[in-house]
Structures are given as C-alpha cells and as structure tokens.
C-alpha cells in the first residue's frame, strides 16, 4: 500500500453502500466498510471537495453465464443507506452497468469541476469498485483506492482485486492514510 499524494481537485466516489447491495452475502461485515466512507465523506465534505454516491439501479442486458437476481427487486434496492444520504453539493450517479462512468454523467460533472484525481470506496471490490477503477484510470484520473473502505462477494476476487489489479491501476492505502494527506 502506497498512497503518496492526492491532487488539490480531487473527488471521492463511493460505489453502491445501497439497500440492496448490503443485504448480499459480502465477505465482511458491510457496516465498518459504510462506517470508513463515511468518515471519507466528511474529510471531503470538510475540504470542500465533491462526494459522489453511486448507486446501481440495473445491470447491462448481455448475456452471461452466472445467473443474475430473479424477479423483482426490493422497493428500497437502490436507495443509499442513510449513513451515506446525500447532501447539498454533492453529486449523485445512478448506474446500469459495473462502472460509474459507463453511459453516465459523472466524467462531465467531473471534468467540469477540474478534477484530476478520485479515490474510490465501496461494494463490491471486484465489481463496481474495479469496474470504475479501471474506468477512471482510461479516462486519465490518477486513481487512489481506499481498500479498507470496501467488501466483495467473494474473498478470492476481493483479495485479486487489492493485491493484483488496483496497484496497477492506481494506488491503494487505508482510509486513515486518505485522510491524513487530506491535511
């Protein structure tokens, strides 16, 4: 882990800590993770640098062979928990994919703003986090991974995603780590 600066216009994005998502069988309790974005959200929110609260509300319509939720989804499966209910300034994302930036707005609305760099939380790790890692990476952002703040489905995936994808994509550290360069 290796977190060494975050760029003056940097944003926090943190990924589906939603109804639905938090009620699946992740490998760690999803209340600590939901407890260390949030004190995320609020060393941000104090610096005056954008939160933005993603949240899944479909999935892509490709095929694919693990089967996906059947039927209806709960009434309250994308609403964010209210730890996490945003605030005036913040930016809301909903998504239908893995990736926070595939057919949404948030590259604009973070262009917009000068951002240069992100720092990505949340559920599930190998999912939307990466999804929207490798996402930001593309698209030019230095990319900073908060690998406390986030759980997956799976433990093999989880530790892959930490261990061997997110340092080639940015770089990893702990939320106090986050914090603390926050200043």
Known sequence: MAVTTLDAKTALIVIDLQHGIIRLPVVHDPKPVIALS????????SK???VVLVN???GAPGRNEQARHAGELPADWAT?????????????????????FNQTALHEELQQRGITQVVICGIATSIGVESTARQAYELGYNVTLAVDAMTDLNLETHENSI???FPRLGETGTTAEVI????
């Open 163 to 165: 261990k061997r994808i």
């Open 38 to 45: 949030t004190s995320l959200i609020a060393a941000f929110r």
């Open 48 to 50: 005056n640098l954008p």
């Open 180 to 183: 603390a360069l926050l200043g």
């Open 56 to 58: 899944v509300a479909g």
């Open 80 to 100: 964010l928990v209210d730890e996490v209910a945003p605030q005036s300034g913040d930016l809301t994302i909903t998504k239908h994919s893995w990736g926070a």
